[in-house]
């Protein structure tokens, strides 16, 4: 599972030809709830749109119930789950563009963080549902990555904890983009939910940058 990337930069959106640049400003990096640019048709128009990383917002989340994560959905279950369901019926697709993942290697007997991309360096984007919410001042949308067994995939197998199932973002190809997101059916949708060919894509360690030495007593910030 992914809850960690970098979206694509604004430099780099030209080569996502069928969408506009997004036209607001967002991290560098994103985590849950982070604001980021998804790609999506709107009545069968290409639309660049800003969505909230994590299909349910913690905001969203009723006082009480015990906080969890949406960030990835389970391509196997995602017509059963509470939070993916309608979405998925609706066929309510998009494309999470990125320059790179990130996900914990554990082959050093701790956690280490790596950056994963494509073998060119280009720009991808991940398979993911959208959903809307109505808010005081207009509609948000929040988003969610679509996740697949990676037991077997030379590249993907070796991250997250021992043990644990391994899982891999769906990578869809730049000629599969409007097909993708034209879906009819879940058939046709599921027909595109496949695990990316490991020697089209690269992969090395990336631990986080280390925090700066605060010279105020305050806790410091992430080097940049």
């Known amino acids: 599972m992914c809850t960690n990337y970098r979206p694509t930069s604004r430099e780099q959106f030209a080569g996502f030809?069928?969408?506009?640049?997004?036209?607001f400003e967002y991290p560098a990096e994103t985590?849950?709830?982070?604001?980021?640019?998804i790609l999506r048709l709107d009545n069968g128009t290409p639309s660049t749109d800003g969505?909230?990383?994590a299909m349910v917002p913690r905001?969203?989340?009723?006082?009480g119930v015990k906080v969890f994560d949406t960030m990835n959905a389970r391509a196997e279950t995602v017509d059963e789950k509470r939070s993916y369901s309608g979405a998925w019926k609706r066929q309510q697709l998009c494309l999470i563009p990125c320059e790179c993942v990130f996900e914990p290697s554990y082959?050093?007997?701790?956690?280490?963080?790596?950056?994963?991309?494509?073998?060119?360096?280009r720009p991808f984007a991940i398979a993911g549902l959208w959903r809307a919410w109505e808010d005081p001042d207009g509609i948000s949308l929040s988003m969610t990555m679509l996740t697949v067994n990676a037991d077997g995939h030379p590249l993907m197998k070796r991250f997250h904890r021992p043990g644990d199932e391994k899982r891999s973002v769906v990578i869809i190809r730049p000629e599969d983009y409007l097909g993708w997101l034209?879906?009819?059916?879940?058939?046709?949708a599921r027909s595109f939910l496949k695990l990316y060919p490991a020697d089209e894509m690269f992969a090395e360690a990336a631990p986080k940058p280390p925090r700066s030495k605060p010279t105020d007593g305050s806790q410091g910030a992430l080097l940049t």
Do not use: N
């Open 17 to 23: 030809s069928d969408f506009l640049e997004p036209l």
């Open 59 to 63: 905001r969203r989340i009723p006082p």
């Open 107 to 121: 082959e050093t007997g701790k956690p280490v963080r790596w950056r994963i991309e494509m073998a060119s360096r």
């Open 182 to 188: 034209g879906s009819k059916s879940a058939d046709e």
């Open 51 to 53: 969505a909230t990383f």
């Open 31 to 37: 985590y849950k709830d982070y604001l980021a640019p």
